[in-house]
């Protein structure tokens, strides 16, 4: 079992220190899956005489006349039986999200319900188990929904190459923003575009390009000849990219994204033959495109302030384009307030006797959307927490 951090050692051209808008370096990856340390955890807590309790599915909380104290749960098994588990000292709820939830999700953060979640859990009925069965459980006896707004993660992780800072332009050909972001402004651009679609445009000397940009989430720092160079165990397009996908069939190689019935990507010889493919005015990309690359040459981006370093001209065809359009939502972040030892708050902000919200279930911890200048701050506060609330019932 071994740990990859995927943009690391950082590339020396990329000069992160000086980004203006720091994001975490992407993920780490455990290899070669998360399994071995789930197992492991798993026997640790059958060792301290911990009881798993598969295939049975929590329905109710039981609350009687919704005063009191939870004094357990209701729950069900494959075959449909019900039965009651008492609780002698507290129920923990720890049902993660509700981003599969679409009633849920037009309800709490209706300008995200059109976003497609693609949390791959399911349960042994082949149920998805991100629908908010926690939230709902908790306020079907008296417990406070945070008031938000929630947090939905819906961060684009670009086209071919990312979300590296090549022009993007909308769907008329003109440039809108400064292009060296993050994911989460990029998406949130997107959002707020013209058909919420862009077009990320490079040239030839892409791959002569992208050791100089960001390492942040999503971008692609380094160029290899074949797939076979890229690790075994790359997420998605992260870090590496190569003309062919590589051989473990999770990072798709470039020409996947150009070439073949079913490629969004746009390729072309002229800018005017782009346009063409693209369906916007030649015209205007081919302005839109003199102007970017007289600021690479002035070596000053007047219009939006990018990175000198990271402004390449438009020179050298072939000439590429490809249709940045809404992504995907990884989690919804709105949960069951809580006091600081995690007690379950009822609407009048008075704890519920017995009853405790953890992880994604738990209220308090982000708004709006989840930010990106550290690494690891929702799987490490969840991992925290979780240690803490276990103290917490353990002194019951």
């Not at 008329?172 to 993050?182: K, L, Q, T, W």
């Not at 790359?234 to 870090?239: L, R, T």
């Not at 209220?363 to 240690?387: E, Q």
Request: hydrophobic share 35%; net charge negative.
């Amino acid at each position: 079992m071994s740990v990859r951090k995927m943009h690391w050692p950082h590339p020396d051209t990329a000069n992160v220190a000086d980004d203006y808008y720091p994001i975490f370096d992407d993920c780490q990856i455990c290899l070669p899956d998360n399994g071995p340390y789930i197992e492991a955890m798993v026997k640790i807590c059958e060792d301290a005489g911990v009881t798993f309790m598969y295939s049975t599915f929590a329905r109710q909380l039981v609350r009687p006349d919704n005063t009191g104290r939870v004094e357990g749960v209701i729950v069900e098994d494959m075959d449909g039986n019900y039965k009651r588990i008492n609780a002698s000292k507290a129920v923990l709820l720890a049902t993660g999200d509700y981003a599969s939830n679409l009633e849920m999700m037009e309800h709490y953060v209706p300008w995200a319900a059109r976003f497609m979640s693609i949390f791959p859990n399911t349960d042994a009925k082949g149920e998805m188990t991100n629908t908010g069965d926690g939230q709902q459980m908790g306020m079907w006896i008296g417990a406070k929904m945070e008031d938000g707004p929630h947090a939905p993660m819906t961060h684009h992780l670009g086209g071919p190459l990312g979300v590296d800072a090549f022009l993007l332009t909308d769907v008329y050909g003109n440039r809108i923003m400064n292009e060296d972001v993050g994911g989460q402004p990029l998406q949130n651009q997107i959002s707020r575009a013209p058909k919420k679609q862009v077009w990320q445009i490079f040239d030839s000397k892409w791959t002569e390009q992208i050791g100089y940009m960001d390492t942040g989430h999503g971008n692609v720092n380094w160029y290899v000849e074949s797939g076979s160079e890229v690790p075994n165990g790359s997420y998605g397009k992260n870090a590496y990219i190569s003309l062919e996908n590589n051989e473990d069939g999770n990072t798709p190689g470039f020409t996947s994204y150009f070439e073949g019935a079913n490629a969004l990507g746009k390729t072309a010889d002229s800018i005017a033959e782009l346009a063409e493919q693209m369906g916007v005015d030649a015209a205007t990309l081919q302005a839109t495109i003199d102007r970017y690359n007289e600021l690479a040459a002035k070596g000053h981006d007047d219009d939006f302030g990018k990175r000198a370093d990271r402004l390449f001209p438009i020179e050298e065809g072939p000439f590429y384009a490809y249709p940045l359009t809404d992504t995907v939502i990884l989690v919804n972040m709105g949960g069951l307030e809580t006091d600081v030892d995690f007690n379950v708050l009822d609407t009048e902000d008075e704890p519920i006797e017995g009853l405790y919200a953890v992880g994604n279930t738990q209220g308090g911890r982000f708004l709006v959307d989840y930010p990106l200048p550290a690494p690891g701050i929702s799987h490490g506060m969840a991992i925290t927490h979780g240690m803490l609330v276990g103290r917490v019932l353990a002194g019951l």
